[in-house]
């Protein structure tokens, strides 16, 4: 018998259809989380390094307005997210899946590389701002078919048994990317004081972009198509129009998927990207010292990811995003109060670790879902549309929306009653999955096995 060491390690027995299953599913598994860690490293560090980039490009005499516009652009990318969901999505369902995440992961990191080359307000005025809006709304376009697309690889790549597991880690690789982020902010502001960290050092972490999706591309270009895109090939599965088809056919399905996305990103960025602006801004923290707090707390979180993988395999995808949806309406006050009070960073780090593992359990519970709810002919032009509009709806303005409750109401407790919210707006939406379609959803998990 041949030994295969990457099925079974020293165990010596040919392999079954279910060993090559479960290979094709790690593989896949493996290719989305790298490519989604790069996307969101390079999404978000902007965010991160919000603080230093407000005053370079978008100066001001209030530095209030600097940190308000300077959000309001970085939110301004996710506006062009839902567009690239749809031609990047009608791609994926016309030529492949593996095409478009080739497509995305290349076109992300470039936007971020390019922005940390670009000349500030002080070299060439009104037109600094200006590129900046313009290289994020490309940025926003290419992120548009990443993590939907992933996960609908994935999801087609893995046994039903196991899909949300499989699943699970890709939707992880966006809390390790934020977490990267942080962590690359935090060794820029070891090594170089604050001077130089606003002169040039802000740039650093936006070049490394570069070779970081150069190789997420290399680790994706040797994969090949899931069995399941393959049958969509036949004349009665191809879909001429995709996002026609959704709009016409499972309206009711795509704003229960909205409403989802609205609610795990809307409370997910609150914790990955506002978080640290509102340490050193709201609460006046050191931005050194905020950043380690940010990246500890996401990492601490990451155990959680594999469970609720695990877990929604056992008990559906909805119990799991219910559970950790209910959980965050009821603790977002209690948590916002204890930070606003909290002088310790090791306190605050407990925490948010808290925080973003039931973000985590959340994104996990739906994000998982949404490639279910749609049949393969549109599937990836409805999650990613799905995804893309919640995100313009719930999280791109998160951070400029909670800046300004803090600065209207006057209390840094005021961003608890915007998680409250999109948390109702969530459990809502799970609702309006409940028609005749979403029902089979279950069994139809239990049922389909990929060959």
Not at 184 to 194: C, K
Not at 429 to 450: C, F, N, Q, W, Y
Request: charged fraction near 10%; glycine fraction near 10%.
């Amino acid at each position: 018998m041949q030994i295969d060491d990457d099925l079974h390690g020293s165990v010596s027995r040919p392999p079954t259809t279910t060993d090559v299953t479960d290979i094709k599913a790690r593989r896949a598994s493996i290719a989305g989380f790298v490519g989604t860690v790069i996307e969101y490293y390079d999404f978000s560090i902007y965010g991160f390094l919000t603080i230093y980039f407000a005053t370079l490009f978008f100066p001001n005499e209030n530095p209030a307005v600097e940190i308000i516009t300077a959000l309001a652009v970085f939110g301004s990318a996710y506006i062009a997210r839902p567009l690239g969901g749809v031609v990047l999505g009608w791609y994926g369902d016309r030529v492949g899946r593996m095409p478009v995440l080739l497509i995305s992961v290349i076109g992300v990191g470039v936007c971020a590389g390019v922005i940390g080359l670009m000349p500030t307000y002080e070299h060439i005025g009104l037109a600094a701002p200006i590129l900046v809006v313009l290289v994020r709304l490309v940025q926003g376009f290419c992120a548009g078919g990443e993590v939907m697309g992933a996960l609908t690889y994935v999801a087609e790549s893995s046994p039903a048994r196991k899909r949300g597991f499989f699943s699970s880690l890709t939707v992880m690789g966006s809390s390790v990317g934020f977490a990267l982020a942080a962590v690359s902010v935090g060794v820029m502001n070891a090594l170089v004081d604050d001077a130089a960290m606003a002169s040039w050092g802000w740039r650093i972490p936006f070049l490394v972009c570069i070779p970081l999706s150069i190789g997420a591309f290399l680790v994706r270009r040797h994969l090949s198509d899931s069995m399941e895109f393959a049958k969509t090939g036949e004349p009665n599965e191809i879909v001429e129009a995709p996002v026609v088809e959704v709009l016409r056919n499972h309206a009711k399905t795509l704003l229960g998927g909205i409403a989802l996305a609205i609610a795990i990103t809307g409370a997910g960025y609150v914790g990955l990207s506002y978080m640290p602006v509102y340490l050193v801004k709201t609460l006046g923290f050191e931005p050194s010292a905020t950043s380690w707090v940010v990246a500890g707390s996401i990492v601490a979180a990451l155990v959680i990811f594999p469970i609720a993988g695990r877990l929604s395999d056992q008990i559906g995808r909805r119990r799991v995003f219910i559970w950790a949806t209910s959980l965050y309406a009821v603790l977002a006050y209690p948590i916002f109060m204890a930070i606003s009070i909290a002088d310790n960073l090791v306190v605050i780090w407990l925490i948010l670790a808290i925080f973003m593992m039931l973000s985590g359990m959340q994104s996990v519970g739906a994000m998982t879902l949404l490639p279910e709810v749609f049949p393969a002919k549109v599937r990836m032009t409805g999650s990613a549309l799905s995804h893309n509009l919640g995100i313009v709806l719930g999280g791109a303005f998160a951070g400029f929306i909670c800046a300004q409750l803090v600065r209207v109401t006057g209390s840094a407790i005021a961003p608890a009653y915007f998680v409250i919210a999109v948390a109702i707006v969530g459990l809502g939406g799970l609702v309006l999955l409940r028609d005749p379609a979403a029902a089979r959803i279950d069994a139809m998990s239990k049922t389909i096995e990929h060959p």
